[in-house]
C-alpha cells in the first residue's frame, strides 16, 4: 500500500542536479562574454592626443630665427636657439640687428637683449637693458620664467665683474699717482741733500784754506814781536 504523501525517487534528484549545473555553467558563460576583452565599458573614453606639440626651434635657420611670431616664442626651445645664434654674430652685427627689435612687447626687448649682450656692451647699457626687462617682469609666461631668471642672473655677475674691475682700475691709478709722487718727492729731497752736501763740502775746503792761511801769518808776526822787544831792551 503506497502512502498519499509519495517523495522523488533518487533518479529524480540526479536529473535535476544535472540541470541545475547546466543552467549555472551557462550563467557564467554569459558573463565572462559580457567582460571579454574589447567589450565597450559604459563612461570610459580613449586619450585623446594634444593638438598643441612644441616646435623644436634647434634646427630653425637663424637668419629667420629674429622673424618668428611673437606668439610662438613662448618656448624656451625658441629662446636658446636665439642665444646660440646671436653669439654667433660679429658685435657690429648683433648691434644692428638688435636695433631692428621692438621695445613695446617683452619679446622684443628680451631679443634686443640677448642681442646686445654679445656686442661689446658697457657696464651702463647692460645696466638700461636690464631695467627694460624688469619692466615686463609680469608678462612673462611660465615656460620661460626659469630660462630667463638664469640668464639675468648671469648678466647681473657680468655687470657685478665689470663694475669690480672699473673699481680695481681707479684703485691702480691711484696707487700709480701715489707712488709717482713719492718718487718725485724722493728725487727732489735726494737733489737737495747733494746740493747741501756740495755746500758743506765748499765751505769745508774754505776753512781749511783759510786756516792754512792763518797759520803762518800768525808765527811770522809772533816772531817780529819777540825781536822787537830784545831790541828795547838793548
Given at each position: ?126 645696466r638700461q637693458y ?78 781749511r784754506q783759510l ?24
Amino acid at each position: 500500500m503506497r502512502s498519499l504523501f509519495s517523495f522523488p525517487d533518487a533518479e529524480f534528484f540526479t536529473r535535476s542536479g544535472k540541470y541545475t549545473l547546466v543552467v549555472l555553467l551557462a550563467g557564467v558563460l554569459v558573463a565572462c562574454v559580457d567582460k571579454a576583452p574589447g567589450a565597450k565599458i559604459v563612461g570610459h573614453k580613449a586619450p585623446v592626443e594634444p593638438e598643441a606639440k612644441v616646435v623644436d626651434y634647434q634646427l630653425a635657420e637663424c637668419a629667420r630665427i629674429w622673424d618668428v611670431e611673437e606668439n610662438k616664442t613662448s618656448n624656451s626651445l625658441y629662446w636658446l636657439r636665439a642665444m646660440d645664434c646671436a653669439a654667433r654674430l660679429s658685435p657690429a652685427d648683433a648691434r644692428a640687428v638688435a636695433r631692428q627689435q621692438s621695445g613695446d612687447s617683452w619679446q622684443g626687448v628680451f631679443k634686443g637683449a640677448i642681442l646686445m649682450a654679445n656686442g661689446n656692451v658697457t657696464p651702463v647699457e647692460r645696466r638700461q637693458y636690464m631695467l627694460q626687462l624688469d619692466a615686463f617682469s609680469r608678462s612673462y609666461p611660465a615656460a620661460i620664467r626659469t630660462l630667463l631668471q638664469l640668464w639675468r642672473d648671469n648678466q647681473m655677475a657680468q655687470l657685478q665683474l665689470s663694475e669690480e674691475r672699473t673699481r680695481y682700475h681707479h684703485l691702480q691709478q691711484s696707487s700709480d699717482a701715489q707712488l709717482d709722487a713719492l718718487r718725485q718727492q724722493h728725487a727732489a729731497l735726494s737733489d737737495e741733500l747733494k746740493v747741501t752736501r756740495r755746500k758743506l763740502d765748499t765751505l769745508t775746503d774754505i776753512e781749511r784754506q783759510l786756516s792754512s792761511r792763518r797759520s803762518p801769518d800768525g808765527a811770522d808776526g809772533h816772531g817780529e814781536k819777540n825781536d822787537a822787544e830784545k831790541g828795547t831792551q838793548r
